[in-house]
Antibody, heavy 121, light 110 residues
Framework: QVQLVQSGSELKKPGASVKVSCKAS????????MNWVRQAPGQGLEWMGW????????TYAQGFTGRFVFSLDTSVSTAYLQISSLKAEDTAVYYC??????????????WGQGTLVTVSS | QSVLTQPPSASGTPGQRVTISCSGS????????VNWYQQLPGTAPKLLIY???QRPSGVPDRFSGSKSGTSASLAISGLQSEDEADYYC???????????FGGGTKLTVL
């Protein structure tokens, strides 16, 4: 079945970097774009951007430029989110979500299980 | 402040019908389809409704979606205790060139 499995929780100090992975299975990885979504503690969902898994070209949403980098390793069907110069406000659960596109529209399905990144000194 | 506006909470008793609204603008709901996601406590969001009113396989027909102009609604009939979750609407925004979400509605089954 189509599945996205993310890496485990991370505890980092301010100023450090973190790399979250999202391994896809059950479909052709390069046929579907991948999105990243952030959910701060007790808050709603915020779209961070997406990466074209065919070309590797990333697109970042407003507020997610500079310290956030999307990348791929297509040989292992894995997407990555790297965040540098971590701040306390980066503490959140980060989700990857596959883009599903059809003539009637497009949506996110499935989602990864989420990776909690905690930034604390 | 979310681009799409949802009520922060909703509630109902088992068997009741509840609706959750999602209000947007001409650049998002007014010109693109709406999707709904269900987030059960402590879990990842899951696709509930896509393209305004389509249910993925496995989603009970108790869940339905609709859209009119710049607003959308999610209706849940025959409310069950396992429907207690957060519900989010989402749409592509042509002005922002990105996806926007509602702030989420916490549904409580009394």
């Amino acid at each position: 079945q189509v599945q996205l499995v993310q890496s485990g929780s991370e505890l980092k100090k301010p100023g450090a970097s973190v790399k979250v992975s999202c391994k896809a299975s059950g479909y052709t990885f390069t046929s579907y774009a991948m999105n990243w979504v952030r959910q701060a503690p007790g808050q709603g969902l915020e779209w961070m951007g997406w990466i074209n898994t065919n070309t590797g070209n990333p697109t970042y949403a407003q507020g997610f430029t500079g310290r956030f980098v999307f990348s791929l390793d297509t040989s292992v069907s894995t997407a990555y989110l790297q965040i540098s110069s971590l701040k306390a406000e980066d503490t959140a659960v980060y989700y990857c979500a596959r883009d599903e596109v059809a003539t009637m529209g497009w949506w996110f399905d499935p989602w990864g299980q989420g990776t909690l990144v905690t930034v604390s000194s | 402040q979310s681009v799409l506006t949802q009520p922060p909470s909703a509630s109902g008793t088992p068997g009741q019908r509840v609706t959750i609204s999602c209000s947007g603008s001409s650049s998002n709901i007014g010109s693109n389809t709406v999707n709904w996601y269900q987030q059960l406590p402590g879990t990842a969001p899951k696709l509930l409704i896509y393209s305004n009113n389509q249910r993925p396989s496995g989603v009970p027909d108790r869940f339905s979606g609709s859209k009119s102009g710049t607003s959308a609604s999610l209706a849940i009939s025959g409310l069950q205790s396992e429907d207690e979750a957060d519900y989010y609407c989402a749409a592509w925004d042509d002005s922002l060139h990105g996806w926007v979400f509602g702030g989420g509605t916490k549904l409580t089954v009394l």
